[in-house]
């Protein structure tokens, strides 16, 4: 699936879901505004028929006929319940109303309602009550189509939501194709510009090896010593090509997919000593010192290649940049239930702040023709924060005050 289908899909869910709150909040805040407006209108006629009862000369019966709703029905009742006014049936034959689910509100509120069959006439009615000083009024609508009308909500309000969904489902379209362009265009162009990485760092090796051969084959008159000398000059930069070609295979390997390395249970303080081992006679050349401060299991499931690469390529690092007479440190700072977390440092000559931020990009060199001299292929920083990213941890570089680099990194157990 592309990038920009993706991200479409992602944002209009998330998009389509705020939406679906938005719309069942306002279908029930209109359900409740038009029941709010059905309470009041018929709480006025309620007010009306109170008011007038409380003349002398009153005619109920007339005055409910003058209503709006001509089909309403009101009745009557003492607190107790004792029905003592209706329109539709006489008073003197009600049963008391007292538990009725309307009336019964009221114990608790000045107004309630209720939609029921009625106990009397069987007939759906809309009941709406209201408690005065020492009776209720209780007033009844046949819940016919214009009722069902009064409580429906408006839906009006969908059709502008309907627009507004499509206006930003092809605004997140337009925005998922930008970014995917984008997205696009910069791969582009750090893939040409590793291209042009690769392609410089490889021509300085080939040319090398390819110069050293054409000395010894056009000029087979040389003594044996300066054809040994070409041959060891050659043999070198063919071993710096290896370790190149070596080091950009691991890296895109990294870059693909991380499914391709297999994961197994690894013992961190074994892959360190093995580095030790491997490096033994490098770190004696130049006289330099690796002082481990670990605790002595060290357990995660990892690759055991790549964390060897992460510790390799530090030490490494040390040895070839550092100087000479370097302590390098090893310790663990502390532990969670979910990470490792190591510290390593060197006193070596360090770098300056203006390379911090640079030093894990691919082929960055403090010193480039000091690095190359040595033999550096440029990659190894980029390896080891690639390795730990892989195993779900971070790395951070700080220069240290007297000189020297120091390495934060965690790994995942």
Known sequence: ?????????????????????????????????????????????????????????????????????????????????????????????????????????????????????????????????????????????????????ALSANLQFLYVFAILLIVILTAIALVSNMLYLSVKNNENRLKRQLTQNVSHELKTPVAAVLGYMESLVNNPELDNDRKEYFINRAYVQSKRLSALLQDISTLNKMDDSNKLYEK????????????????????????????????????????????????????DNSIAYAGEGVTIRLSMTYSDPQYFNFVYSDNGVGVGEEHLP??????????????RKLGGTGLGLAIVKNAVLLHKGSIDVHKLPGGGLEFFFSIHR
């Open 1 to 149: 699936m592309k990038l920009n289908l993706k991200l479409f899909l992602y944002y209009s869910l998330i998009f389509v879901v705020m939406m679906s709150v938005v719309i069942v909040f306002q279908y029930h805040r209109e359900k409740t505004f038009r029941l709010q407006q059905l309470n009041s209108r018929v709480g006025a006629y309620s007010d009306i028929i109170y008011h007038n009862y409380q003349l002398a000369d009153s005619n109920l019966y007339a005055l409910v006929k003058l209503l709006p709703d001509t089909a309403i029905r009101v009745t009557m009742m003492d607190t107790l319940g004792n029905v003592f006014f209706d329109t539709y049936s006489d008073s003197i034959y009600q049963e008391n109303h007292l538990s009725r689910p309307e009336i019964l509100a009221l114990k608790h509120s000045d107004s309630a309602y209720d939609i029921r069959m009625s106990a009397t006439n069987g007939i759906n009615y809309y009941y709406y009550a209201q408690r005065y000083d020492d009776f209720f009024i209780r007033l009844a609508l046949p819940y016919d189509v214009s009722v069902v009308s």
């Open 264 to 315: 197994e249970t690894v013992d961190l303080v074994e892959i360190i000593y093995d580095v030790l081992r491997d490096t033994e006679d490098m770190m004696r050349e130049k006289n330099d010192e690796l002082v481990i401060n670990l605790p002595p299991d060290i357990i995660v499931q990892g690759n055991k290649s790549l964390l060897y690469s992460i510790f390799r390529n530090l030490v």
């Open 358 to 371: 640079r030093l894990f990009e691919r082929f960055y060199r403090v010193d480039k023709g000091r690095s």
